[in-house]
């Protein structure tokens, strides 16, 4: 897969993530997706983001910047939201916050099989 290509099918996956169309996320995510070393597969995957729109009901994925070496991409995702209560062990309780979240991936055969992430935790106690 050549650059571009990998970037509009992660500009994709990005767009089905806002859209919550999770009947299709299969098509961007492998059955056996691990996720920080955890074998998660697309079922739990699956339920990990639908927890994360539930207790941030106003989530966005900015892409802020995206770099593409196939099969990897690199990409720094901003965050503006309002999670509803604890996140990340921190009682946000509702109040906005602005973050960032750095993500590796790993695709294969066309889907993502392995994600790394970590995100700016303290930009979040910053702002609490």
Known sequence: MIKTELSDLYRDYISCLNKQDWPELGQFVDAEVAHNGRRLGLSGYRQMLEKDFLEIPDLYFDIQLLISDPPYIASRLGFDCTPRAKFLDLDVNGK???????????FRRDKIAKVWSVIDKPAIEAQL
């Open 96 to 106: 906005r916050v602005s973050f960032t979240e750095n993500v590796f991936y790993e």
